[in-house]
């Protein structure tokens, strides 16, 4: 199935948010792809490609080559600042 | 009690949820907003959370202290918004059966959240100027430091 597709929601933070200027976006993505492919894909070739981010999928803290599935939802977090 | 709050935290609230009579030590800590971030003069603090995180943190922390200070009793809150000068960002309250675990618990409990809650700090400078500024992960002074 290499041609297969899958739809994720991309929720974003902080820096990341203000450079996509939404919060919460749907993207169309190849099968396969890993939380920090779709980090690079989005954010790559941008002035945040080398902000060091964690990824929580479904609300749970992944490691970056988790791959992705259809109607997931993926958060990037930026350091965090809180306190 | 865990909470994120859009308006003013009642600091009593989370003071009164904790207190017990099998605990003879009560300590609340406060995180306020600072006129200054390292001598550069702040207007106001904006922060964002991740909601559907961040209240699994602040349980999954508390969890933790438990394996150590099983008895402890624990309420956590932190502001979302924007914030003048003075205003509370977060109320860690814990009362627990003897007062040095009280205050080892506190201060677990605010290196464990500086390090890990999914909230997002924006330093709002007097100039105009703004950015968003993460928190330090060697910042963790032992005593005798400032």
């Known amino acids: ?83 | 009690m865990f909470e994120l709050s859009a308006t003013r935290l009642d600091v009593k609230r989370y003071r009164d949820a904790v207190e017990h009579h099998s605990c003879g030590a009560l300590m609340v800590f406060e995180g306020t907003v600072r006129n200054n971030f390292d001598g550069r003069p702040v207007r106001a603090l904006e922060y964002q959370a991740y909601p559907e995180l961040a209240l699994p943190v602040m349980e999954q922390i508390t969890a933790e202290l438990h394996r150590s200070h099983p008895k402890a009793r624990v309420a956590i809150a932190h502001r979302t918004g924007t914030l003048a000068l003075g205003e509370v960002s977060m109320v860690i309250a814990v009362a627990t059966p003897h007062r040095a675990g009280c205050y080892e618990a506190s201060r677990f409990l605010i290196e464990a959240l500086k390090e890990r809650l999914p909230v997002w700090k924006k330093e709002i400078f007097t100039d105009g100027d703004a950015h968003w500024k993460a928190n330090d992960p060697d910042a963790s002074p032992g005593p005798g430091s400032a």
Do not use: C, W, Y
Request: no cysteine.
């Open chain 1, 1 to 83: 199935m290499p041609n297969e597709t899958i739809q994720v929601t991309l929720k974003t933070f902080a820096q990341l948010r203000e450079l996509r200027g939404v919060d919460s976006e749907e993207l169309e993505l190849p099968s396969q792809t890993s939380v920090a492919q779709l980090f690079e894909r989005v954010f790559g070739e941008g002035p945040l490609a080398k902000l060091p981010v964690a990824f929580a999928l479904n609300h749970a803290l992944v490691p970056p080559t988790t791959l992705l599935s259809d109607g997931d939802t993926l958060a990037l977090l930026p350091p965090v600042g809180g306190g």
